[in-house]
C-alpha cells in the first residue's frame, strides 16, 4: 500500500531544514518545523507551515530527542519525517520508532541504518561482495588496557604506517585520528575509543591505512521500493579540515569515463549489499595510483548533494520524499543514471561556517549584521541564517552553502571567484577568506587535490596581516571622508566646509551612519583607494 | 557629476608615517613603540585619523586629510611625504580583489571619549579597528609612557568560545613555545585545541578539565 504523505515533519534546522521545506512546498507538501528556543524565530521556522518547539537551545535537549521530534509529529498530524542530515538522520532507532508510530521515515530502512552506521560491518560487507576496501583491520582492536592495545601492534604493521584509528560509529571527522609511530598506537587506541564512547555510546575502534596524497570521491545513491539502485554520479571532496569537508565538487576532476563508471558500479554494490532505498553515498579514497578504496556509507542527505543536482538535474530532496512515498525512481533520476559516467557541467560548493580560517578553524559565535548573499547566473545559496540572526554555539557553525554551476570546470571557478566577491557578511569571522583563497589557488585550478591540500597550503598569517593593513587604510579613510571638509558622496550638505575640525564623525553607531557606510563603500570605493592606488 | 563629485572627496588626503604597522607584540599604545631618543617624535597633524587594527599584534595606520585647496597629486611631499608617506601604498593588494565593508560597532565599555569602533571586512577577513584622532592617540600614549613603563606582562589566554575543557596540557611552572598545546576545548561538537600565543612560563591555569567556560573567560596565564 503506498502511503500518501501530506505534511512533513522536517527535523533539522538551518539551510537544510530550508532546502527541505522548500522542496515540500515544491511538491504541494505541508512541513512542519521544529525548534529549540534559541531558533525560535529562525528562517525554516517561519518558512514552514507549520511550527513545533522541541526544547531549550543545546541540541540534546532538542534536535537530537527523538521522542520530544516524534511527540511534535504527533502534535502536526505530520506522517512523515524528513531528518535531514546530522542529529537524528542515522539512527536506526529513531527510524524504527518512527515506523512504529505510523509516520515514514524519510531515508533507509532502519535495518539499513544500523548495518552501514557499523562502519566495521560496513567494511566487512563491502570485502564480502567484491568492493576493496582500505587496508586494514575487520574487528574491534582491544583497547581495556594499554598492554592490551599493544596487542594490536602486529596487525598495525600489516595495515601499515602511518595510519589511522577510526570509531565504528564515527561520523562528521569525529572519532578518528592519525597515528604515524609505533608508541603512539595504543594510547590513541583508548583515546579515539573514549571518544567514541563519549560522542556515539560505542568504544568500538578500528586500524585503516592511512593513504598518502590520497583524494576522497564519493558516489551518490538514490534506490527505491522495488529495489532499483542508481548511481548519480561522484563528488570529489578532498578539500578538508580536521577530516570535515569545506569545498565539493562534481564531477570529480581529471577521472575518464572508465574510472566513474568504475567508482559508481562500486557504490552501487555496497548499497546492494545492504538494500538501500532512498538516498546514501558511498565514500572512497582514490589512491595517487588509481586505486579505488572502499571507506564508508553515510545513510543520509549530504550537506553537499547540492553540487550532484547542479549536474543532473534531479533534485535529491524531491526524490527522497517520491521514494517515500513509495514510488519507484522517476525517468529523470533513470536518464541522470544513465549518463552519469559523462557528466555535463561541473558545479563547485563552498562551506560558509562561522570559523575563524587563522585560526585552525575554530568555530566562533556573534550576531550577524550583514548578510548580502551573491546572484546572478549559475548561483545558489543555501542559507539558513540572514541578517540580524545570532550564530549561536550550540549547533554546527555552517551558515550557508555556496554553489555555482557552468559548462566546466574553470567557468565554474571564475563563477566562484564572482559569486565570493559579492558575498558580503559582517558581524562574524566567517571561512570566506580561505574560500577566495581557494579559488585563486593555482593547485587548485590544477586539480591536484588530496585530503591532505588544506594542511599543506593554508597559510593565512600572511594573508590576514595584508588584509589587517589594509583595513587599518580602509578605516582611516572612511573616518576622513567625514571630516576631509568636502561633502561626503551622501554627507549631510551641513557637513561642508568643516575642513580644520580634527574630530571624529559622531554616531557612528546609529542607523543613518550605517546607511552613510554604505552609500561611501558603493561610491566612494574606488575613489578612495585612488590617491594611493596609482 | 555625482561620482565625479565623491572622488573630489575623496582625494584630499594622504598617508603619513604609520607608527606601528610592523608590531612588534607590544601592543599599541605600549611604550617602545616610538623612538626613546630625547628628541620626541613630533605630533601628527591636528586632522591626521590614526586607525588601529585590534589583531594580535595591533597594525595602525595614520591617515592626514590634504588641505582642501590641494591638488590631491600624489608623493608631492606636502605632507608627510617621502618614502614613509608612500608605505602602505606598496602593501596595498589591488583595489579590486575584494570588497572592504565598514561596519559600526557599539561602543565598549572603557571606551574613551573621542575613540570610535567600527568593523573592517577586507577579503572576508574581519577586523575590528580603533579610530581616533592620531594627536590625541600619541598624547595618550606618551602620558602612559611617562607614567612607567608596563612592560609587555603576563599575557591571559581567554576561552574564545564557550564550550568544556575536555583536557589541559599544561602546569604552572611548564615552560611553553608559540603553539603550544594548552588545553583543548569542546564547542560546537568539536574539539578545538587552545594554542600559546607566545612563549613563556604558565603562571597560572584556571581551568580543569570537564569544566565549562563562557566566551573570554580566563584559561590560562603564561609569563
Not at chain 1, 386 to 400: F, I, K, Q, R
Not at chain 1, 463 to 491: M, N
Amino acid at each position: 500500500m503506498r502511503p500518501q504523505l501530506r505534511r512533513v515533519l522536517v527535523a533539522n534546522r538551518g539551510e537544510i531544514a530550508l532546502r527541505i521545506i522548500r522542496a515540500c512546498r515544491e511538491l504541494g507538501l505541508e512541513s512542519v518545523a521544529v525548534y529549540s528556543d534559541a531558533d525560535r524565530d529562525a528562517r525554516h521556522v517561519r518558512a514552514a507551515d507549520f511550527a513545533e518547539r522541541l526544547g531549550p537551545a543545546p541540541a540534546a535537549d532538542s534536535y537530537l530527542r527523538a521522542d520530544a521530534v516524534l511527540d511534535a509529529a504527533r502534535r502536526a498530524g505530520a506522517d512523515a519525517i524528513h531528518p535531514g542530515y546530522g542529529f537524528l538522520s542515522e539512527r536506526a532507532p529513531f527510524a524504527a520508532a518512527c515506523e512504529a508510530a505510523g509516520i515514514v521515515f524519510v531515508g533507509p530502512a532502519a535495518e539499513t541504518l544500523a548495518g552501514l552506521g557499523d562502519k566495521l560491518a560496513a567494511r566487512r560487507a563491502a570485502r564480502d561482495v567484491g568492493v576493496p576496501i582500505v587496508p586494514g583491520t575487520l574487528e574491534p582492536a582491544p583497547v581495556s588496557s594499554l598492554e592490551s592495545a599493544a596487542s594490536v601492534l602486529d596487525l598495525a604493521d600489516d595495515v601499515g604506517w602511518p595510519l589511522m584509528v577510526k570509531a565504528s560509529a564515527g561520523g562528521g571527522g569525529r572519532g578518528m585520528r592519525r597515528v604515524d609511530r609505533r608508541e603512539d598506537l595504543a594510547g590513541a587506541l583508548i583515546a579515539a575509543s573514549r571518544e567514541a564512547e563519549a560522542a556515539f555510546g560505542d568504544g568500538a575502534v578500528y586500524l585503516e591505512r592511512y593513504v598518502e596524497g590520497a583524494r576522497h570521491v564519493e558516489v551518490q545513491l538514490l534506490g527505491d521500493a522495488e529495489g532499483t539502485i542508481v548511481a548519480l554520479g561522484e563528488r570529489d571532496c578532498s578539500i578538508q579540515r580536521r577530516h570535515q569537508k569545506l569545498v565539493e565538487e562534481a564531477p570529480a576532476p581529471g577521472l575518464d569515463e572508465d574510472a566513474r563508471r568504475r567508482i559508481h558500479e562500486l557504490g552501487v554494490a555496497v548499497a546492494q549489499a545492504f538494500g538501500l532505498r532512498n538516498a546514501a553515498t558511498a565514500e572512497f579514497l582514490l589512491a595517487p595510483d588509481g586505486n579505488v578504496w572502499f571507506l564508508e556509507v553515510n545513510t543520509r542527505l549530504q550537506v553537499e548533494h547540492g553540487v550532484t543536482e547542479l549536474v543532473t538535474g534531479v533534485d535529491i530532496v524531491h526524490e527522497q520524499l517520491r521514494i517515500a512515498e513509495g514510488l519507484s525512481l522517476s525517468s529523470v533520476v533513470r536518464e541522470a543514471a544513465a549518463r552519469a559516467a559523462s557528466p555535463r557541467g561541473h558545479a563547485i560548493e563552498v562551506r560558509v561556517s562561522a570559523e575563524d580560517p587563522a585560526n585552525a578553524f575554530l568555530p566562533v559565535s556573534g550576531r550577524i549584521t550583514r548578510w548580502r548573499e551573491p546572484g546572478g547566473p549559475g548561483v545558489r545559496l543555501d542559507a539558513g541564517v540572514e541578517e540580524g540572526s545570532e550564530v549561536a554555539t550550540h549547533y554546527d557553525p555552517l551558515l550557508a552553502k555556496l554553489l555555482v554551476v557552468a559548462t566546466d570546470r574553470p567557468t565554474a571557478l571564475a563563477r566562484l571567484r564572482r559569486a565570493l566577491a559579492e558575498f558580503e557578511i559582517g558581524g562574524v569571522q566567517t571561512t570566506l577568506p580561505f574560500h577566495r583563497w581557494l579559488a585563486e589557488d593555482p593547485a587548485f585550478a590544477g586539480a591536484r587535490l588530496s585530503t591532505s591540500f588544506v594542511a599543506e597550503r593554508w597559510e593565512p598569517g600572511p594573508l590576514r596581516g595584508q588584509a589587517a593593513r589594509r583595513a587599518a587604510l580602509v578605516a582611516s579613510t572612511w573616518a576622513l571622508a567625514g571630516t576631509s571638509g568636502r561633502r561626503r558622496p551622501d554627507g549631510p550638505a551641513g557637513s561642508a566646509g568643516q575642513a580644520s575640525l580634527p574630530t571624529i564623525r559622531k554616531g557612528v553607531g546609529d542607523a543613518s551612519e550605517g546607511h552613510a557606510a554604505d552609500v561611501w563603500r558603493q561610491e566612494g570605493r574606488r575613489e578612495a583607494t585612488r590617491p594611493w592606488g596609482q | 557629476m555625482e561620482r565625479h563629485e565623491a572622488r573630489t572627496a575623496m582625494e584630499p588626503m594622504k598617508p603619513v608615517e604609520p607608527p606601528g604597522a610592523q608590531g612588534d607584540g607590544a601592543g599599541a599604545g605600549t611604550p617602545g613603540r616610538f623612538p626613546e631618543s630625547p628628541a620626541r617624535a613630533p605630533l601628527p597633524s591636528p586632522e591626521a585619523i590614526r586607525a588601529t587594527v585590534e589583531t594580535e599584534p595591533p597594525v595602525s595606520t595614520d591617515l592626514e586629510p590634504y588641505p582642501p585647496d590641494s591638488t590631491g597629486a600624489v608623493g608631492d611631499g606636502a605632507v608627510g611625504g617621502g618614502e614613509e608617506a608612500a608605505r602602505p601604498v606598496g602593501e596595498r593588494p589591488g583595489a579590486d580583489d575584494g570588497d572592504p565593508l565598514v561596519l559600526p560597532l557599539p561602543a565598549v565599555a572603557g571606551q574613551p571619549p573621542g575613540v570610535e569602533r567600527v568593523e573592517v571586512v577586507v577579503d572576508g577577513w574581519r577586523f575590528e579597528v580603533r579610530l581616533e584622532p592620531a594627536r590625541r592617540a600619541v598624547l595618550r600614549e606618551r602620558a602612559r609612557r611617562s607614567a612607567g613603563p608596563s612592560a609587555s606582562g603576563p599575557r591571559v589566554v581567554r576561552a574564545p568560545l564557550p564550550g568544556r575543557i575536555v583536557r589541559v596540557f599544561v602546569a604552572p611552572g611548564d615552560e611553553v613555545e608559540t603553539g603550544t598545546r594548552l588545553c583543548s576545548l569542546e564547542a560546537m561538537k568539536m574539539e578545538n585545541e587552545i594554542l600559546a600565543p607566545a612563549p613563556g612560563t604558565i603562571e597560572r591555569v584556571g581551568v580543569e578539565a570537564g569544566a565549562r567556560v563562557e566566551q573570554g573567560d580566563d584559561l590560562v596565564v603564561i609569563g
